[in-house]
């Protein structure tokens, strides 16, 4: 399986027979410029020391790799965690909002457009705003605020304006499209700033690239080359990021997604939010509607690349339950005094429920990226009994 | 004669074939059919809202399809499927151009399927003798503009604005100078379309092209309340106005599907 680079893309950001580029006429160009933006400013010396510097200084990199001692001996599996709880907004959606919001700036752009689900894209956008002195409009689905007010209010605290969505099931997937639409109606003003590895080309590259830090530094840190690599997949960006640090290696990728929003498990071939990738849908192709008690995994599809990568066996993908991620959240508390996000608990609730199994054997070596922290979801947990 | 080319959400009330021939008999050229799409995101408000209201309905693209097929000798106007790529995708672009056709339509607009990933549906249209109109925008490069119009079939439509779908209290500018560019590179007609409300800028949208798309003020009416009747009332105002324009104007027009409503020309 040959490295994924941006270099090697053709230009209209395929994946085998993924991605793409289904957006109205409007947003071609945009997107045209981006692709040619991100390109420059990628493989500018200069921009890369900017924000490789940021990273450092103000997000916190590199995150530790953290042996997890307890689980490890417990499992009988050695599970080392990548933290990206610990990156400044807690969570790793900061490494592609600080790469972005640069990128905006290079391009003249005053103004970022973002969608978000948990709320962590979104209060790191808003984060990145006030750093770089852009403005910010956050849309957000109106169950989504309910469930993640905190993050609503990091986010208003933070500058950024938050519009809640009120069509469709009122979570992520109506966000983006709604996100999209203010985009179309803002083009020369606006970067559309996407929190994941969907969307149109350069989309999924970009982040892709972005998030590729995760992996990268993993790959450093780690004593050996890990026999599973697994994170948690919602659009699949710390996946992508943590898998791109290990795609040249021989250890297996493993992405979670919930079972309730298990596009890769349940999903078809379909075209959403600007690429062709794997969707939950009928059959005459209306997307359905997700259900899981992560409100960032609450999404019927999945970046183009995973539907790929699935595809072609490099990686693999399955699904846990809301049941299993709450007792994997309480489980990792417990034992590593670590609050994980319930996004990414169902990395650690796999784990769990497979170690000693034959997906998982006794004595495995296992890298998993810990996408983020629980603070957010302490309301939610606690109405679980 | 300038073109009126209004667009209903198909299955939006149990009715809907009412309001479909209430538009045919108000003298439309040719009607847009919305299939609804559960993510229209390029749809404002009032479309999403009709879209949503269809959907819940439990309406499906063969349960519209079934119903076209059954009025089809009460159909004289041509019709334009307008609709996602995604329910495109799903069954095929064969197997989806096709079963247009066999409900009796003509044209196809698929708003998400930009020059760049339409050969596939272009290919599939064209075997099933469905014309797959594509969409300028007013960012559109001239080479790219130049490209898109080769390959439109039937019309070539014009963006009037940027943003989505959704009344408006005036035209863009942008309409004008967009239209203009298009009729200097082709013969096809040009259909201006996106937010036009009212006979006001109808007759300004039809002035810069060959014709006018009218949808959400139409679906506006109809979310509102209005019968088959009240529409036919306010498309049947649309054509007064536009004639009258025309007739001040006498200006030359392009015709599309000229077999069919050459009268017109
Ligand atoms: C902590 C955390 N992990 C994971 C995700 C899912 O996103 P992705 O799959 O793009 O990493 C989110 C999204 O909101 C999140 O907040």
Redesign the pocket.
């Known amino acids: 399986m040959p490295t994924l680079s941006v270099h090697q893309k053709p230009a209209t950001g395929r994946f085998g027979d993924f991605g793409g580029r289904f957006v109205p006429e409007s947003l071609v160009p945009a997107c045209d410029a981006l692709a040619a933006a991100f390109h420059e400013a990628w493989t500018d010396p200069a921009f890369r020391a900017e924000l490789d510097e940021l990273l450092e200084v103000y997000a916190g990199r590199p995150t530790p790799l953290t042996p997890a001692r307890t689980l490890s001996a417990r499992l009988g599996v050695e599970l080392l965690l990548k933290r ?2 610990l990156a400044h907004t ?4 900061i490494n592609n909002v600080l790469g972005q919001a640069l990128l905006a700036r290079r391009m003249g752009k005053h103004r970022i457009i973002a969608e ?6 979104g209060v790191a956008a808003a984060t990145a705003a006030a750093l770089l002195g852009l403005e910010c409009t956050v849309y957000m689905g109106e169950r989504d605020i309910e469930r993640q007010q905190l993050n609503v209010l990091r986010m208003t605290t933070l500058g950024a304006t938050v519009v809640p969505v009120t069509t469709g099931s009122r979570t ?1 997937k109506d966000a983006t499209n709604e996100a999209m639409r203010a985009w179309v109606a803002d083009v020369d003003g606006a970067h559309f700033l996407l ?3 969907g969307g149109p080309h350069p989309y999924p590259t970009m982040v892709r690239e972005l ?1 590729s830090v995760i992996g990268n530094e993993a790959r450093t840190q780690s004593p050996y080359v890990p026999d599973v690599v697994v ?10 990021g943590t898998f791109a640090g290990f795609i040249d290696t021989t250890a297996r990728l493993v992405g979670i997604e919930a079972a309730g929003g298990a596009a890769m498990t349940d999903g078809s071939p379909g075209v959403v939010h600007g690429a062709r990738s794997m969707v939950l849908q009928d059959a005459e192709g209306q997307v359905a509607e997700a259900e899981s008690i ?4 609450d999404y019927p599809g999945i ?1 183009p690349e995973h539907a790929f990568l699935g595809a072609t066996g490099r990686a693999e993908y399955y699904a846990v339950t809301d049941d299993e991620v709450v007792a994997a959240v309480r489980r990792l508390a417990r034992a590593e005094g670590i609050i994980c ?1 319930l ?2 608990a169902h990395a650690v609730a796999w784990v769990l429920r497979e170690a000693g199994g034959p997906l998982l054997p006794t004595g495995s070596r296992v890298v998993l990226t810990l ?3 629980g603070d957010k979801d302490m309301a939610t947990l606690g109405a679980v009994a | 004669m300038t073109l009126l080319v209004p667009y209903l959400t198909a299955g939006l009330t149990e009715d809907w074939i009412d309001y479909l021939l209430a538009v045919q008999e108000a003298g439309a050229d040719a009607i847009e059919v919305g299939l609804p799409f559960s993510d229209p995101m390029l749809d404002g408000a009032t479309i999403q809202q009709a879209s949503d209201r269809a959907l819940a309905r439990g309406v499906t693209v063969a349960s519209i399809l079934q119903e076209l097929s059954l009025v089809r000798g009460q159909v004289r106007t041509p019709l334009i499927a307008f609709t996602y790529a995604n329910l495109v995708f799903r069954p095929g672009p064969d197997v989806f151009c096709r079963r247009l056709a066999e409900a009796g339509f003509r044209g196809l607009i698929v708003p998400d399927l930009p020059l760049d990933e339409v050969a596939e549906v272009s290919r599939a249209a064209e075997q099933a003798e469905i014309e797959l109109t594509l969409l300028v925008a007013p960012v559109t490069t001239d080479e790219r503009l130049a490209e898109i119009v080769a390959r439109s079939r039937g019309y070539v439509y014009a963006i009037s604005r940027m943003g989505t779908t959704g009344e408006q209290t005036s035209l863009a500018a942008s309409a004008a100078a967009l239209a203009a560019r298009i009729k200097a590179v082709t013969t096809l007609p040009v259909l201006v379309g996106f937010g036009v409300t009212g006979p006001e800028q109808a007759v300004a949208a039809g002035r810069a092209g060959d014709g006018v798309a009218i949808g959400s003020a139409l679906m506006r009416r109809v979310l509102d309340g209005a019968t088959a009747a009240d529409l036919g009332a306010e498309v049947a105002a649309l054509r007064a106005a536009l004639d009258s324009a025309s007739q001040e104007d006498s200006a030359e027009r392009r015709t599309p599907y000229a077999e069919v409503s050459g009268h017109r020309g």
């Not at chain 1, 994170?231 to 992508?240: H, P």
Request: charged share 15%; aromatic share 0%.
């Open positions: 990206e709880d807690g969570s790793h959606k978000t689900g948990a709320g962590q894209h992520l929190g994941s590895v998030q994170a948690c997949v919602g659009g699949g960006s710390n996946a992508a992560a409100a960032g995994l970046g996000a996004e990414s996408s983020g922290r």
